[in-house]
């Protein structure tokens, strides 16, 4: 956040700046309605980066003139832009970011000779409340507001954090202002809900909450949605809503900690949709809130083990994360480690780490380079004080380079695993040990073949085929860490290998693969040495894009 670059102007080629403007996804920006009162197209301009790029105003709230309310409007850009898009902080830590005192920066771009932008120090408060739509802004000494200054974010000096947007000021002598009105971020997702996407809420993850509301977009609030939601939440509710999607949002961030009540209002709210939307609603309700016998069903917590290879010695970057209730939690810092002390690092890592995740459902997830996929990270220890493997829990593999925020790799699994998770289920492919040897030939099959999603190969894959997977996106794999030595391969050990793996994952929904994976190398545990079994030295592939860990710092240098 240290160069600012998601701070924009918005105009007209015949009337210049107009007004402020703040990315919040590489293509979106949000500014004013007034600002762009009577434009279907308007200019954008991030000062010293870019210039004068088309604009297209794509929604608006519900501002026609002076004291409405809904000023806000949205501007898509023609192509996306290098810059971080502004952070955003959860509406519900604005009154803590943004009370009690604090001074905040807004931005605008006033007429002058010099036709630079300007800032300002300001200060607000939640009580500062004007009729529960605008908090009130008030300037520090030396400081104005001026014509310009709308659709500026404000935001906290230190960190860029937004909390709100600029709308007004009540202009004085020489058209300044000490006083001005911004909208919250509350509010504003109140006029443009698809904010809701990109904002760190703590519910679900972002990936369910935008399928969600996509689901239910453009459903209004109705008198018996307001009945159910009653019963749901077993009081009324003390504001009106503008949409379907509004009343599901306050339940799930008034009951957090309480999926059960969610999950009710969500069946309630299900009866009074068409039939293709009850059905989404339906298979979606099945993926994300399915409860567990006795519990509510929640998201993994997870211990993931990031491995940077260096490319001047031998030597890896090794980060442990942990990821729980959807987010990222402790970490242990980066520490740099020579190639032949990786496991002990990672297993003391791991011990430091794991009071984090203990007594949660937790597995382990290494994320690590493409060689590396195949080695036998069960076997590492948990504890190794007293010899306990990490096998006692789900562990699987994911590609490391996904984990890089500018990877096609990522952004290839990132379709494919929507298109696993929107069919609710694992529908295996076998790959055979006589498929083709080639890696072009297996590139051009899965590149063919969008919809495959989940590979079982019967022995060790060719390193091809592993990177052709990789490629396309493939985010589930399975595979013994044998290899096929049969001569022929109708009935080889690889085929019987691929169908037994293939027959206890299909149909399974893909949440469960890890847990399915752990009982295989359970019961390979108990099957007699001298027999094949698919869960012995069984490796598995599970690269849920959205299990994303922040960069380590001295990763990105």
């Keep these: 956040m240290d160069d600012w670059q998601w701070r924009a102007w918005v105009g007209t080629r015949d009337r210049g700046k107009l007004g402020a403007a703040f990315l919040v996804t590489p293509t979106r920006l949000l500014t004013c309605a007034h600002t762009v009162l009577g434009l279907d197209e308007a200019r954008v301009g991030f000062p010293g980066l870019r210039e004068d790029l088309p604009a297209k105003v794509v929604a608006r709230g519900g501002w026609r003139r002076l004291g409405d309310d809904g000023d806000v409007a949205v501007l898509e850009l023609a192509e996306p832009v290098p810059y971080e898009p502004a952070r955003l902080a959860d509406p519900e830590d604005v009154p803590e970011l943004a ?35 605008w908090w009130q802004l008030q300037t520090a000494p030396g400081y104005a507001l001026e014509e310009g200054y709308s659709g500026s974010a404000v935001y906290d000096t230190a960190t860029g954090t ?7 000021a009540e202009l004085g002598d020489h058209d300044r202002a000490e ?16 904010l809701d996407d990109v904002l760190p809420l703590r519910w ?19 008198g018996p949605l307001a009945a159910d939601l009653e019963r749901a939440a077993g009081r009324p509710p003390r504001e009106e809503f503008r949409s379907a999607w509004a009343s599901v949002r306050y339940v799930a961030e008034g009951w957090p900690h309480d999926p059960d009540r969610l999950a009710r209002y969500l069946t309630a709210l299900g009866r009074h949709l068409p039939g293709a939307r009850r059905g989404k609603l339906d298979a979606w309700t099945a993926r994300h809130l399915r409860p567990a016998p006795g519990e509510a069903e929640e998201e ?58 203990i007594g949660r459902r937790w597995m382990i997830e290494f994320a690590v380079p493409e060689s590396w996929l195949g080695k036998p990270f069960e076997q590492w220890y948990v504890d190794a004080r007293n010899k306990i493997p990490m096998r006692m829990y789900p562990v699987v593999v994911r590609d490391v380079d996904r984990l890089r925020p500018d990877s096609i790799r990522r952004d290839q699994a990132h379709q494919r695993w929507r298109v696993l998770t ?103 545990l108990q099957a007699p040495k001298d027999e094949p079994h698919c869960g012995r030295e069984l490796t598995l592939l599970w690269d849920d894009p959205s299990r994303l860990p922040d960069p380590p710092l001295a990763m990105e240098v």
Aim: net charge positive; charged share 25%.
């Design 422 to 524: 929107g069919r609710g289920r694992s529908d295996p492919r076998r790959v055979g040990c006589d498929a083709p040897r080639k890696g072009s030939a297996f590139h051009d099959w899965l590149e063919a073949n969008t919809d495959y999603c989940v590979l079982v190969y019967g022995a060790r894959p060719l390193r091809s085929w592993l990177t052709a997977a990789l490629n396309n996106g493939v985010p589930v794999m399975l595979w013994p860490r044998t290899s096929c030595t049969d001569a022929a391969h109708h009935d080889c050990r690889g085929h019987r290998a691929a169908a037994s793996l293939t027959a206890a994952i299909a149909g399974a929904p893909p949440a469960d693969l890890p847990r399915i994976a752990l009982d295989l190398r359970k019961e390979a």
């Design 179 to 194: 006083l001005g009105w911004m909208l919250p971020l509350s509010r504003i997702r109140t006029h443009w809900e698809e």
């Design 300 to 357: 993994p917590a997870s211990i993931i083990v990031r491995l940077e290879r260096l490319t001047f010695d031998r030597s890896y970057d090794l980060t442990v994360h942990t990821w729980i209730n959807g987010a990222e939690g402790p970490s242990q810092p980066t520490v740099r480690v020579p190639e032949g002390e990786v496991r002990g690092a990672v297993q003391d890592a791991v011990a430091r780490t794991r009071q984090a995740v």
């Design 204 to 222: 679900l993850t972002p990936d369910a909450r935008g399928d969600l509301r996509r689901i239910l977009d453009g459903i209004p609030y109705s």
């Design 162 to 168: 937004v909390v709100g947007m600029v709308t007004n």
């Design 99 to 133: 009370g009690g005192g604090r001074t905040l920066g807004v931005y605008g771009f006033p007429i002058r000779s010099d036709d630079n932008e300007r800032y300002a120090t300001i200060t607000t408060d939640p009580h500062w409340l004007v009729k529960q739509e």
